[in-house]
Each structure stands twice: as structure tokens, then as C-alpha cells.
């Protein structure tokens, strides 16, 4: 697991900051389906990486080192902490199965990007960040060990989860409306 908490704080500052913001505004598109755009959690999250003086890169490729120009592989944040480590961001809204299936999508892609750049050989985590307004959802993230079902989906994204190397937890994000999870799973990628 990442040494360095300050990867912790970071988190932990998104949501504090991400909730302040929904009380004045909530974006939300589909209020049904867990409406708050997942952009909005990105941006959150860069912001305060940007205030550590982390180098960050959105909708970062590797298209440099892909041998099919045509189809790069993409991810929604590329972070540098000088020194220390660099980090693969891949964010989410977490409300059904699909969901689900796009979360296991993006770690699995997550965990193959390589950067050609000179802080490569540094240690490279993958974070993932979701939103969900479901507490069932919310306790299913931090808890999956504890839940049963059959589908494969399911019990691939618990595979991910219950991973040894893997930290995960959650943050309440609470406005008058309603509760908010940020929710997050971080793990080395093997070398």
C-alpha cells in the first residue's frame, strides 16, 4: 500500500471540499440515478493536487508507446508527486451493475498504462474514485467481502477490491438534500 499519506489527505480534502461545493450547488443531471457527474469528483481531486504542487494531467494517454494510434489508452488523471510517486486516476459514479462493469474496465487499464517520461520508475498506484448516493452501494465498496452474489461482474469487482495491496474506504459527503459517498480502492501496480 502507498507510504505516503499525504495521497490520504488528498482524498480526504477532495471530500471535504466536494461537499462544501454541493451545498451551494448540486449539478446533478438525473437525480434518480445518482445525477453528480463524475467530472465533478476529477476536478475536485485535481484541484487539491494541483495545490500540493503535484503535476497533473487530465485525459492522459500513453500514445506514445501504443502501437495503435488509433485507439490510445486514456485515463482520466495522470498525477506526479516529484519524488515520491505517480498516479493513475480513474473516477466514477457507482450505482448499478454497469457501473460496476466500467470501474473493473478502467482499473484493468489503469494497471497496463506505462508513461514515457523520466519520473516512470517511480512507484505507480492506481486510484479509484466513485460517487454514490446509495449507502447500500457505499457499504457493499468498503464491505464486499461480506456480501454474496453470484453474478460475475459482482465477484470480479470484490476480486479487485479484497486485493491484499488494496486500501479502500469512504468519505460522507453530506448537503441537506442527501448523503454523498466518495468512495476510493488504491493499489500498487506490479512492477
Not at 480502492?185 to 512492477?191: F, N, P
Amino acid at each position: 500500500m502507498c507510504e505516503n499519506h499525504s495521497l490520504l489527505r488528498v482524498i480526504k480534502d477532495t471530500a471535504v471540499r466536494l461537499e462544501a461545493h454541493l451545498n451551494i450547488y448540486n449539478p446533478a443531471i438525473n437525480n434518480e440515478r445518482n445525477g453528480i457527474p463524475e467530472a465533478n469528483l476529477t476536478v475536485h481531486f485535481a484541484h487539491q493536487c494541483l495545490r500540493r504542487d503535484w503535476l497533473v494531467y487530465p485525459e492522459a494517454s500513453n500514445v506514445s508507446h501504443n502501437a495503435d494510434s488509433q485507439n490510445p489508452i486514456r485515463v482520466d488523471l495522470h498525477v506526479i508527486c516529484e519524488a515520491q510517486f505517480i498516479l493513475t486516476v480513474e473516477s466514477k459514479k457507482f450505482h448499478s451493475v454497469e457501473k460496476a462493469k466500467e470501474i473493473i474496465s478502467d482499473y484493468q487499464r489503469a494497471q497496463s498504462l506505462h508513461y514515457p517520461h523520466q519520473y516512470k520508475d517511480l512507484p505507480h498506484y492506481v486510484l479509484l474514485l466513485a460517487i454514490t448516493e446509495d449507502p447500500n452501494y457505499e457499504n457493499w465498496w468498503c464491505n464486499s467481502e461480506n456480501w454474496y452474489n453470484n453474478a460475475a461482474v459482482w465477484k470480479e469487482l470484490a476480486n479487485i477490491l479484497q486485493n491484499g495491496d488494496m486500501a479502500l474506504s469512504s468519505f460522507p459527503m453530506h448537503t441537506d438534500e442527501k448523503t454523498h459517498h466518495l468512495l476510493y480502492a488504491i493499489s500498487k501496480v506490479a512492477e
